[in-house]
């Protein structure tokens, strides 16, 4: 059984007017299928069969690094014949013996923590692994492919940029190990580009600001996770900085309708941001709000000096906030507040 509010979510996102008839009878290969946002993207298509694609379903091939987190994160499809996972590195070229329609590029670190302890993992899947799957779109003919890139792509942008539309960049440094993300990103975007150019893939990009919802880990390093497994756990939040940063944070069900709304009328060839603007909060006023959202549990927010022994690499960047302005003219738009988000986040979790 899905979490209520699993269901309440996805029953939203197929409610989206998106022509959702497109997957009928087609192949799905989405690669990181058990990370965090791809795997909401498959639990979307998973429940397209139920309600919308029953005389033609969709079948999903996720392609994911280690099979038995996978099958534990999709337990609930147990035995469903739409779904078959793969345990597959895409640094590795892949090889299909069926059609593959669409392609939805997802596999790869996104949090913090990875970017000191693995910054050749992290961006082996990104370019490497972008490499092999669109030699394979481009020897399938495949419909679409969706890349996942990052806001981190824009780099060091002067507080004029900020909203920063797809068209504003600032540096990147090369020699810093955490530009290992945010440079793989950018060659992964231009590799998408360049693909289409001289093959005619049809490449859209998706650039998610800080996305939360149901299935997140709460131990990956990001401040935001970390306080949802506090709230989750009755334990005050513990604040490592001042909190002064500026993050816009999107909730995952008005991220994945806009992942889908690109893939499905993105035009090729272009870079979407996806964020919510309205809930643009600093990391206190976010910890603020989290304590407050249930009282009962009495918890406070409190300041605690962060050390060298701390893994997670705080990021150089004072405020992000992405302008929504080009995927909004596509008809997509947030509608969930940071409020609500989070309560139904915390709500989703044992």
């Known amino acids: 059984m899905r979490h209520p509010v699993v269901e309440d979510d996805l029953r939203r996102i197929a409610g989206a007017p998106l022509p959702w008839s497109a997957f009928a009878g087609k192949t799905v290969l989405v690669s990181g299928a058990a990370g965090f946002l791809p795997a909401y993207m498959v639990e979307t298509l998973l429940f397209l069969n139920e309600t919308h694609l029953q005389k033609g379903p969709v079948k999903i091939i996720g392609l994911v690094r280690n099979q038995e987190g996978a099958q534990k994160r999709f337990a609930h499809y147990d035995g469903r014949p739409d779904l078959v996972l793969k345990e597959h590195d895409v640094c590795q070229p892949f090889q299909s013996d069926e059609q593959i329609h669409f392609i939805i590029h997802a596999a790869s670190h996104a949090s913090p ?35 996942f890139s990052s806001g981190d792509v824009y780099g060091h942008v002067s507080s004029a940029q900020i909203p920063t539309k797809e068209t504003e960049y600032g540096p990147l440094d090369p020699l810093d190990v955490r530009s290992c993300y945010g440079e793989s990103k950018r060659m992964g975007e231009n590799m998408c580009v360049s693909w289409h150019h001289q093959h005619g893939i049809p490449v859209t990009i998706v650039r998610p600001s800080h996305t939360y919802g149901p299935g997140m880990r709460l131990d990956d390093g990001r401040v935001f996770a970390d306080f949802v497994a506090d709230v989750s756990a009755g334990r005050d939040i513990v604040m490592k900085s001042d909190g002064s940063a500026r ?13 889908f709304t690109v893939l499905l009328q993105g035009k090729p060839g272009e870079a979407y941001n996806v964020s919510n603007e309205a809930c643009e909060r600093s990391i206190l006023q976010l910890a603020e709000i989290l304590a407050s959202l249930f009282p009962e549990k009495g918890i406070r927010v409190i300041e605690q000096e962060r050390t060298d022994a701390d893994p997670y690499m705080p990021s150089p960047f004072p405020r992000t906030c992405l302008d929504t302005t080009k995927i909004r003219s596509l008809g997509w738009k947030p509608t969930t507040s940071v409020e609500e988000g989070f309560r139904r986040t915390i709500l989703s979790f044992p």
């Open 113 to 147: 923590l990875h970017y000191r302890r693995d910054p050749v993992g992290t961006l082996g899947p990104n370019v490497l692994g972008t490499h092999h799957l669109l030699s394979l779109a481009n020897a399938y003919h495949a419909e679409r492919f969706l890349f």
């Open 247 to 259: 993050r816009t944070f999107c909730y995952l069900a008005d991220a994945v309708e806009a992942f």
